[in-house]
């Protein structure tokens, strides 16, 4: 699976995420308000896309209308108070990815997005 992890800047959460599980997962990690923010392109390869604070997947919405319709995008809650080092930002981040796995493995929880026009 390939997962896209965003956050605001892609210093600590998200690119702390990329680094965590990039043995379980293809991983790429972006930030919405850097100098590089994240892309089309990179949105398109990602088979998820996991973002940190629920405001950031409205601003993925805004910007990547299309891809938002086509993408499972989850938040994960994770508040921007922690540093790339931080160990209680690791142990978040694996507690709330595990808990997200268990969702995507319950076929009740997850509902395909609608195609567009429908």
């Not at 599980?21 to 923010?37: D, I, V």
């Not at 921007?80 to 319950?106: F, P, S, T």
Request: hydrophobic share 35%; aromatic share 10%.
């Amino acid at each position: 699976m390939r997962v896209l992890f965003i956050c605001n800047q892609n210093l600590n959460r998200s690119k702390r995420a990329e680094q965590l599980f990039s043995e379980t997962f293809e991983t790429r990690s972006a930030g919405l308000y850097n100098e590089k923010p994240v892309t089309e392109k990179q949105m398109q390869w990602a088979d998820i896309v996991v973002v940190m604070e629920e405001h950031q997947r409205e601003e993925l919405a805004m910007r990547f209308p299309k891809q938002y319709l086509k993408k499972r995008i989850v938040s994960l809650g994770i508040h921007d108070i922690y540093y790339y080092e931080q160990e209680e930002l690791a142990e978040e981040l694996k507690a709330k990815v595990a808990k997200l796995l268990r969702g995507l493995n319950n076929p009740l929880k997850y509902i395909k997005p609608l195609k567009e026009g429908l």
